[in-house]
């Protein structure tokens, strides 16, 4: 084992833990690092020797007395000299089964799991050549914002972890994929044991950034710059779609920094609700030039000094 942890360190435990904390810390490390679930084996080793040692009563109190003076012979624990009295994990009387699926519903957040799909069926008798289904694998996959818009066919490689082997599949994105959206491949994941059936790869879209439209689910938003002449005098703009195709807008004059419009159906597909499309919302943004030309600065105080409206009427009410 490596390292100078005792066991206790290992499974997270105090050393005046008792057997139901024991038990419980051993199940968690075992879900997250087994070797059948995708996890590290020399870690699941570790674990599983800790836990064989401090969840039998003996063997935990010889255990506790060699800690009391300094460590254990032979181990990595902080002794030397000697030989390892026996706490080298082997496996072979410890029935997982039992630890994870017949303990009361002390389990926890484990409650209903099927642990013998990860450990088949536990140690021992018939119960270890049942069929297992093998467990699920998970990738990702990089999607562009056109293609999550509009949909696409993506070939993915990926390595089954038991074996070593590399496989590939066509991958479909569907129309609106979504970022963080999952699609699931039944029968492509991890081998099963003893006969049993393949478990399922999970494909993750990553879903890149568009640089003019912003996903909201199967609404899609954009910003769209105008004039403050534009603004002011009102205007006509054509709108690009997620689709492909162009609208127009008619902005009204005095439209105003921050008003929203909204375009039916001409957002992105829905993947939740098939046949149905979000909408298109465009948000005005007035930009006021940084720069002018000196016609210009003299046209505008001309008309400022013509202008007679209150724009801050509400603010004066608190002065």
Do not use: C
């Amino acid at each position: 084992m490596a390292g100078k942890k005792n066991y206790y360190d290992i499974l997270g435990v105090r050393r005046d833990a008792s057997q139901q904390d024991i038990t419980k810390a051993f199940r968690k490390l075992a879900v997250k690092y087994h070797p059948d679930a995708g996890g590290d084996a020399e870690k699941f080793k570790d674990i599983s020797e800790a836990y064989n040692t401090l969840s039998d009563p003996e063997r935990r109190k010889e255990y506790d007395q060699m800690l009391m003076f300094g460590g254990i012979p032979g181990s990595d624990f902080g002794g030397s000299g000697g030989r390892n009295r026996g706490y080298t994990y082997t496996g072979g009387d410890v029935d997982w089964s039992q630890i994870f699926n017949n303990m009361g519903g002390s389990g926890g957040g484990f409650s209903g799991f099927d642990f013998s799909s990860i450990f088949n069926g536990g140690n021992g008798g018939a119960r270890s050549n049942r069929p297992a289904k093998g467990g699920d694998l998970n990738t990702t996959i990089d999607v562009s914002a056109e293609d999550a818009f509009h949909g696409a066919t993506h070939k993915v490689t990926y390595t089954i972890p038991s074996t070593g082997e590399k496989q590939s599949l066509k991958v479909k994105i569907p129309a609106g994929a979504v970022d963080g959206g999952k699609l699931r491949y039944r029968g492509r994941g991890e081998y099963g044991a003893n006969g049993g059936e393949r478990g399922d790869l999970v494909i993750t879209t990553h879903v890149a950034e568009h640089p003019l439209f912003k996903r909201d689910g199967a609404d899609v938003r954009m910003d769209l710059p105008v004039s403050v002449y534009e603004a002011a005098l009102g205007a006509q703009v054509d709108i690009p779609t997620p689709s492909g195709e162009t609208v127009r807008l008619k902005i009204p004059a005095g439209t105003q920094d921050g008003k929203t419009f909204r375009f039916r159906e001409k957002g992105a597909p829905d993947v939740k609700n098939k046949g149905r499309i979000g909408a298109l919302y465009v948000q005005i943004r007035v930009k006021v030039p940084t720069k002018l030309s000196q016609r210009e600065r003299d046209a505008l105080e001309a008309l400022q000094a013509q202008d007679t409206r209150d724009y801050r009427e509400d603010v004066r009410r608190y002065e």
